[in-house]
C-alpha cells in the first residue's frame, strides 16, 4: 500500500488535543516492560536516558577540571586528584557518551522508521547491546572511582602498566563496551541490506541511514583492534608479561599504533552520524532538497574509508620516519577535503532556501561553524613542522573539543530537539530552545576558542599549574564552561516540563519530507500500520510543502 505523503501526514490532527492512541509508549508502563522490551524504539529512548546521565557526568567532571584552573597556582586538587579528574572526564565523555551517543540513540530510534521496516534485523541482539553497554558503563566507572585510574583516557603505557593505581577494571569496562558497540554495528549493516520497504532502493535511502551505515562499518572493523589492545594491556599490567613496558624489554610506541588504529577512525564514529543528522536538518529546515545527494554519501564513505589510514596523524613525534609522517599529513587532508564537500553541499542547499529558524537549525549552524574551524585547525595540525610546536598542548586539546566534541554536541542536541516530537508526540518551548541554542553555541566557543592561543603560547596540555600570564585567557576558559552548564541546564528544565505538559505536537510539526515522518508522533508499536511503498525520493521538497510548523 502506499502511505500517505508527508504534506497529507503533516495535517492530520491529533484526537481530542492528545497524543495519538496506541503509541509504542501504550504498550506496557511497568519498569519491567521496558527491561525485557525487544521495541528499537523502547532501546533507543532508553540509550537516550543513558547517554544524557553520562554527559551529565562528563560535563561536572570538566566544569571541576576548570575550576581549579582559575588560579595558577594549586587551589582545590592536588596534582594526583587532578589527573584522576580528567581521567575520569576524558573516559566518560569519550567511551560512554561520544562514541555511543548518536548511532545507539537517534539510530536506534530513526533507522528502522526510515527504512520502513517494523523493526532492526535482531532486536535480540539490540537488547543485548543496551545491557552490555549498562554492564560495561557500571564496570568503568566502578574501576575509575575505586581505582583512582590517573591515566587520562587513551591509557598510554608506560602510564597504564606501570602506574600504582588499579587500571585493570576500567579496561575491563572498555572491553565490554566495545562488544556492544560491534552489536550494534552489525545490527545496523544487516538491517539496512535486508529490512528496506519495497521501493527503497540505495539512491534513495535517507543521508542519516548511510552515515549510520558508513559508522557501522568502522565500528565492526576498528573495534576488535581497540579490544585487543586492551587486553595486551590489562595482561602487561596485572601479570608483567612486557609486551608494552619499557623496563621488560617492551614498546611504548606499539601500543600508541594498536590503539590509534582505532581511534582515529573512532573519531569519525563520533563525527559522521553527526554529520548524518546535519543533513537530515539542513534540507527539513530550507526546504529545499539536498544540492548533492552523491557528493554526500560518496564522501560519507571516503571519511569511512580513509580514516582507517590516517593513524599515524597523532604520532609525529614518535620518532616516525619523514616518508610515513608526509603519508600520514596528505591522507588527514584528504580527509579534510571529503569535509569540505560536506559543507559546500550544505552551504549550496541552505542558500535561497525557506529557512526556518529553530532550534534545531540554530545547532545546525553551530555545527558547521565548528566543523569548519575545528577542520582547518585539524589541517594546521596535519603539517609535520607545526604539530611539532603545537604536539601535548592546548592547542591539541582545542582543536579536539572543537570538531569532536563540539560539533558532536551540537548535532546531539539538534537531533534531540529535531526528533523530540517523533519520540514523544510533544513539543518543547520554541524560544527558550533557541535561546538555550545560542547560549551553548556561544559559551562553546568562549570555552575552547582561548585554549588555542594558550597552545600556540606553548601551555601543555594535563599541567594544573601554569605561568600567569596563561590566567586570563583560562579565566575566560572557565567563564564560557559556565555559560555551557546552564545552558544545558535550561534544556534539561524545559525538556523534563514537555515530556509532561508540552505542546502535542501532531504528525509532523516540522513539515519535514524526510520518511521517518510518514508514521504518526509517537509511531505505533510496529512503526507501520501497513507496510509502506516508498514512491518518491527522500527529502522531495518539489511536490506541495507542509507549512512549518514551528
Sequence with gaps: MRQLPADEASHQPPRDGVAPAHS???????????LTT???KRIGVMFLGSVLLMFFMGGVFAL??????LQPQPSFFDGLTYNRLFTLHGVTMVWLFLIPSIPTTFGNFCLPLMLG???LAFPRLNLASLYLYWFGALVTLFGMFQGGTDTGWTFYTPYSTTSSVEVLPVLVGIFILGFSTILTGVNFIVSTHLTRAKGLTWRRIPLFVWTIYGTSIIQVLATPVLAITLALVGLDAGFGIGLFDPQRGGDPVLYQHLFWFYSHPAVYIMILPGMGVVSELVCAFARKNISSYAAIVISTLGIAFV???TWGHHMFVAGQSVFDAGAFGVLSMLVAIFTAVKILTWTTTLYRGSIAITAPFVYVAG???LLFFGGMSGVALATTSIDIHWHDTYFVVAHFHFIMVGASLMAFFGALHYWFPKMFGRRYPEGLGIGAAVLIVFGFIATFLPQFLLGNAGMPRRYFTYPEQYQPLHVTSTAGASLLGFGFLIIALYLAWSLRWGKVSGANPWGSRGYEWLTPSPPPLHNFHEVPTFERD???????????GA
Design 367 to 369: 555545527f558547521i561553524f
Design 64 to 69: 571541576l577540571l576548570r575550576l581549579e584552573l
Design 307 to 309: 580514516g582507517f589510514f
Design 117 to 119: 521496516a517494523k523493526d
Design 38 to 40: 525487544k521495541d528499537h
Design 24 to 34: 509504542y509508549l501504550d504498550h506496557g508502563t511497568t519498569v519491567w516492560s521496558w
Design 538 to 548: 527522500v527529502h522531495d521538497y518539489t511536490v506541495p510543502e507542509a507549512g512549518h
